[in-house]
């Protein structure tokens, strides 16, 4: 059963326990005070007729006037002898030579009752009549009940009509309000539908329901979108730049294959270009695999104490060569500082940031490392006087294959791919560190990476 059809039903049985309840109370309260005043009435009369009953010389009871009774009237009277024989009756009920209430006479206390003569509902008031503690009659009052029934019909009429509409208009409310409850909800379905069916990552659901839980759920349905749209459109990125990267060698090495093929004497110069794509392959398949590693945190890491300042010294002789004298290569300030981490990979990170730095900067120009410490963190420091990232690219700088439009014009050389700086991140993001970049256009980059200091204690 849907969920609307078991709320209307559960709003329809809660209406009809509620109101039938209701209407019982009503129902009964009305009748009591109707009896009431039925009760009421046959009592005053009853009084009326025993002050003007006396008992004569001859020990008989004697009622010397009854209350006029008139045909219409729908009260009628009798008194009775205890020989069973009628001594008084109203004349509305002359011709009547039952009793009103035959049980009743044989009562010991003033009772009502209820009960059916020729077809005809009464309400009997039977008084045993007593002098001196002995009975001598029984006076009996009753009226006509068919006022009174009739009322109590047409009250559970109306009850019921109006408990049936009651069940009808809670249902009807259940299935309307669960409906505009339940819409923005089929809309998330159908979103949710239609994303499955088109491949269509770019929906997004109205949030109508903006302030109830429903406009969370939706709300955060359309997050999850963004999320996901985001890591497929990455993946379709990285997908499309793999391809791209791969291409490029692969050709290369097609080419030289068939040239060296038509020759009778092995090319060197085929060889030496087969060689080097081959290495840039192996270059890339390498940096994917390490990068995947690292970002799924599974980099294998061989944590060792590292002293960071002999590694930076270490690192600026590479740096030195690598850089052919084209910019200045200087340790502006070198604090000894200890860490734990993989020497290997903190070297590689030195090495990818520090080259990038000389990559980047012109001839003549300047990269100044320095090492110092920042309350319990070791801060590298690799600041170049290069052109600068433009502030646009500085968000995606640590994006895999994210390339600067300078650095993609370069990349015809072979030597960008635009992952360095994604290993860098990811490296020390597994070494429990952070990594900063602060770039003016024109005048240069600052590189800052942050690692935890390895306390004395620790070291041993
Ligand atoms: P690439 O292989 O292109 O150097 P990276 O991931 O190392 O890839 O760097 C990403 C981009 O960041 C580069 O393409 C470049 O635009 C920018 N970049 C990185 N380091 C510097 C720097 N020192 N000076 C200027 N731009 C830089």
Do not use: C
């Not at 010294?313 to 004298?325: G, N």
């Amino acid at each position: 059963m849907s969920l609307r059809a078991q709320l209307s039903l559960l709003y329809s049985l809660l209406a009809g326990v509620v109101f039938a309840a209701a209407a019982f109370i009503v129902y009964a309260l009305v009748s009591v005070m109707l009896i009431d005043q039925i009760d009421y009435t046959l009592t005053s009369t009853a009084n009326v007729v025993m002050s003007s009953t006396r008992i004569d010389a001859q020990g008989q009871v004697v009622v010397d006037q009854l209350p006029v009774m008139d045909v219409t009237s729908p009260r009628y009277i009798q008194v009775w002898n205890t020989s069973d024989e009628l001594i008084s009756e109203s004349q509305n009920i002359s011709s009547l030579r039952l009793s009103l209430d035959p049980d009743g006479l044989r009562l010991p206390m003033p009772a009502y009752r209820d009960v059916e003569l020729n077809e005809v509902q009464l309400r009997v008031l039977s008084v045993p009549l007593q002098v001196s503690g002995r009975k001598m009659a029984v006076l009996q009052v009753g009226t006509n009940r068919a006022l009174v029934d009739e009322l109590q019909g047409i009250l559970r009429t109306v009850l019921g009509i109006a408990l049936a509409l009651a069940i009808l208009v809670a249902g009807l409310y259940g299935w309307l309000g669960t409906s505009l409850v339940l819409s923005p909800l089929e809309k998330v379905t159908e979103a949710a539908r239609s994303i499955a069916n088109k491949d269509d990552l770019s929906r997004r659901i109205p949030n109508v329901a903006r302030k109830n839980e429903i406009g969370v759920l939706i709300e955060a349905f359309n997050q999850t979108l963004d999320r996901l749209e985001d890591i497929f459109n990455k993946q379709k990125r990285f997908l499309a730049d793999v391809s791209h990267e791969l291409r490029t060698p692969l050709t290369v090495i097609k080419g030289n294959a068939g040239l060296l093929r038509k020759m009778k004497e092995p090319d060197e110069e085929s060889l030496r270009e087969i060689e080097v794509e081959v290495d840039r392959l192996t270059r890339l398949v390498g940096d994917l695999l390490l990068l995947a590693q690292a970002e799924a945190g599974r980099l294998e890491l061989h944590m060792q104490p590292v002293e960071l300042d002999v590694l930076l010294t270490e690192v600026l002789k590479q740096a030195r060569i690598l850089s052919l004298d084209k910019v200045q290569i200087h340790i502006d300030e070198i604090d000894q500082v200890m860490v734990r981490g993989d020497r290997d990979r903190l070297k590689q990170v030195l090495i990818n940031l520090i080259a990038n730095a000389i990559k980047y900067t012109p001839i003549g120009g300047r990269v100044g490392l320095r090492l110092v410490r920042a309350g319990n963190t070791a801060q590298l420091i690799i600041s170049d006087t290069g052109p600068g990232i433009p502030a646009n690219d500085i968000p995606h700088i640590f994006e895999r294959f994210y390339r600067g439009d300078k650095a993609r014009t370069r990349s015809l050389d072979g030597s960008s791919y635009g992952l360095g700086l994604s290993i860098v991140f990811w490296i020390i993001k597994n070494q429990g560190g952070d990594i900063e970049v602060k770039s003016i256009e024109g005048q240069g980059t600052t590189f800052v990476v942050s690692l935890p200091i390895l306390k004395e204690k620790e070291s041993t």
